[in-house]
């Protein structure tokens, strides 16, 4: 009997040894069963990982985490036939209850799929919103992006269809479509999971996006650090194109559109998509002065539309089932689904889908199972390194741009890194200026001085030189950075630090010997 047996192919897997179990699973010679290992992407329940799936009658059974230690055992106990009888048995994946009670949208087929099979893609809804589009005007495309209400899920949360609104309305003979998978921020992975598992959908909304707004060629910024999602993408865009789904007359189409994949250097500042532009045409990535707008003036000085990994991959969605059917998730402005990712000292981390409007609690405590190490939390950073900290007295905030907004919180790119009570936010405070030390493109003066000057303040604080008139100074100098810097990277510097001073004050009269202190240096630009 031939069995099915999935093993996921995705970054997080292959790093807790997915390679070696389904080699391992590859080889096994059991009499009444052949085994077929299908290399899938990951569902995104990382702490489960290598998560090893069997299809059966009832649908897919899972098993995790597997070693290939794990695997003779799993089998001689069943796991080919899917019995329960074994400690890593978890049941029918679609019933665990951290997958089941998300409401996936952006992520519907991640996990389910073969990353790079255009015809598993197209057997789950895939082109069709592709299809639905070529068959609409330029303008009604832009209109449907505007009536889902999707914003930018890059952090700035930016409405889409009114950049798509911008471009199109533009005058120019070239028109470019960029991809922003610079994902940078700790704690983050939605990006990459997204390409590893599911690159299609990624493409589909490009090439979307392309004929909205009448540009016929896209770029995917991609981060250096992620070799296997370049992999992935490289092979997805060439078969691809071998179905006349990019290149030349479209899916039969009078509209052409290509995607070519550009790596960065490793620079946390190209995330700004200014600087990102400036590193496309070869420049140093530094950040622009707006205006112009990259909308008016972007890569190569032509309308661009710059959106990052996860709005563009919504858009199949969008289009596929109505604007109004992905409206109907949400509130207030914040409309659709936002991937969270959970990191940190938690039980259970990965990637989390649910409509905006679920609490941070909800989050950390139901999805994340509490702790890792088993003490109390206490703290919980959101929107990436740069985000604010979250003391539990405010864990009942909703995940809304302008729910979390009114309590000095950002979203970002979703990122929520969970820390237990014996971490220092005083050394975390620190970090943050530091972190802006070594990755500044070093073009505006809060940001560059600032930075320094913040980790020199911290220092002078913990160690209780003139504490008063030091914390005074740094408050003053976080106002500095937050009005006076060129972008977001000096200008949400002092966001972690200011949440740190306002509730976790008791963790700056930690006393520090000189020998401890760390004298910062301006470092060089890695653009």
């Not at 992520?107 to 990353?115: H, L, N, Q, Y």
């Not at 598993?120 to 609409?136: E, N, P, V």
């Not at 990994?309 to 949400?330: C, K, M, Q, R």
């Not at 303040?457 to 008063?468: P, V």
């Amino acid at each position: 009997m031939n069995v099915r047996v999935y093993v996921p192919q995705d970054s997080t897997a292959l790093s807790v040894g997915a390679d070696d179990v389904a080699q391992k699973l590859a080889k096994q010679d059991v009499a009444e069963h052949s085994i077929d290992v299908i290399r899938n992407g990951s569902r995104g329940l990382f702490w489960l990982e290598p998560l090893v799936e069997v299809e059966t009658e009832r649908g897919r059974v899972a098993y995790g985490p597997v070693t290939v230690e794990d695997i003779d055992d799993l089998i001689q106990s069943g796991m080919l036939s899917g019995k329960q009888g074994h400690p890593l048995a978890l049941g029918l994946t679609e019933e665990i209850p951290f997958l089941k009670n998300q409401q996936r949208l952006t992520f519907k087929r991640a996990g389910i799929t073969r990353p790079t099979s255009i015809e598993d893609y197209q057997a789950h809804q895939g082109f069709i919103g592709l299809t639905r589009a070529l068959s609409m005007s330029p303008q009604e495309c832009v209109d449907e992006i505007k009536d889902s209400g999707l914003r930018g899920r890059g952090g700035a949360a930016f409405p889409t269809g009114i950049k798509w609104q911008t471009v199109l309305s533009a005058e120019a003979d070239q028109k470019y479509i960029v991809c922003n998978a610079d994902e940078g921020d700790s704690g983050t992975f939605a990006d990459r999971l997204q390409m590893e598992a599911d690159p299609y959908a990624l493409i589909e909304g490009m090439i979307i996006a392309g004929f909205a707004v009448g540009a016929d060629k896209g770029y995917i910024y991609l981060r250096e650090e992620y070799p296997h999602s370049y992999t992935v993408l490289k092979e997805a865009i060439s078969i691809a194109k071998h179905h006349k789904f990019l290149g030349a007359a479209i899916n039969g189409s009078a509209f052409d559109f290509d995607i070519e994949v550009r790596l960065g250097a490793k620079s946390y500042v190209c995330g700004e998509e200014t600087a990102l532009l400036n590193s496309l045409e070869g420049k140093r990535g530094v950040v622009r002065a707006k205006p112009p707008l990259p909308a008016l003036e972007g890569l190569f000085a032509k309308p661009t539309v710059v959106n990052n990994v996860l709005s563009l991959s919504t858009v199949p969605t969008i289009f596929a089932n109505g604007a109004d059917s992905y409206a109907e998730f949400g509130m207030g402005r914040s409309r659709g689904t936002m991937p969270f990712q959970l990191a940190g000292n938690l039980k259970q981390t990965g990637l989390v889908e649910l409509a905006f409007g679920v609490t941070v609690d909800e989050l950390i405590n139901e999805f994340g199972a509490g702790s890792r190490s088993g003490r109390p939390l206490k703290a919980a950073q959101l929107g990436g390194p740069l985000g604010t900290y979250l003391p539990p007295s405010q864990w009942k905030t909703q995940m809304d741009y302008e729910a979390l907004a009114e309590i000095n919180a950002v979203l970002g790119h979703g990122g929520v890194v969970a820390f237990d009570d014996t971490v220092d936010m005083g050394e975390q405070a620190r970090f943050a200026m530091e972190f802006c030390v070594v990755e500044s493109c070093g073009k505006c003066t809060p940001c560059r001085i600032g930075s320094v000057r913040g980790v020199e303040t911290i220092d002078k604080i913990r160690a209780n030189e003139n504490r008063q008139d030091n914390i005074n100074l740094l408050h003053s100098l976080c106002s500095t950075m937050v009005n006076g810097s060129l972008c977001a990277m000096g200008g949400m510097t002092p966001f972690p630090v200011q949440s740190a001073l306002e509730h976790f004050a008791e963790d700056f009269d930690r006393v520090e010997s000189s020998s401890q202190k760390i004298v910062p240096t301006l470092a060089k630009s890695r653009t």
